[in-house]
């Protein structure tokens, strides 16, 4: 099992900056890939950006460029730097952390945090 804390949502205006942290407890060897998610209303969860064990990342197609995914491995922590938000990033961003089970692959979750651009 995974927990999984997060932090850094709220109101910015567009152009503006924000910085999420999802920190993680519990079976941390067994992590393999963490990273986040976001869902606005209506939509379906898309991938914002995961890191895998092995240090290769991957961002979604709208934050290329704009966003970075960083980690802290003595903190197990990853930190999700979100730089010239736009309105269309509002959405609820999840932490995620993909993990080793007794006999599958785990998806672990945090409890989401709300981002919010203004135009």
């Known amino acids: 099992q995974v927990q999984l804390v997060e932090s850094g949502g709220g109101l910015v205006q567009s152009g503006g900056s924000l910085r999420l942290s999802c920190t993680a407890s519990?079976?941390?060897?067994?992590?393999?890939?963490m990273g986040w998610y976001r869902q606005a209303p209506g939509k379906q969860r898309e991938l914002v950006a995961h890191?895998?064990?092995?240090?290769?990342?991957d961002y979604g197609d709208s934050v290329k460029g704009r966003f970075t995914l960083d980690r802290n491995d003595a903190r197990n922590t990853v930190y999700l730097q979100m730089n010239s938000l736009k309105p269309e990033d509002t959405a609820v961003y999840y932490c995620?952390?993909?993990?080793?089970?007794?006999?599958?692959?785990?998806?672990?979750w945090g409890q989401g945090t709300q981002v919010t651009v203004s135009s």
């Open positions: 890191l895998t064990r092995g240090g290769s990342k």
């Open positions: 519990g079976s941390i060897p067994k992590i393999i890939v």
């Open positions: 995620n952390a993909r993990s080793e089970g007794d006999r599958s692959i785990v998806e672990n």
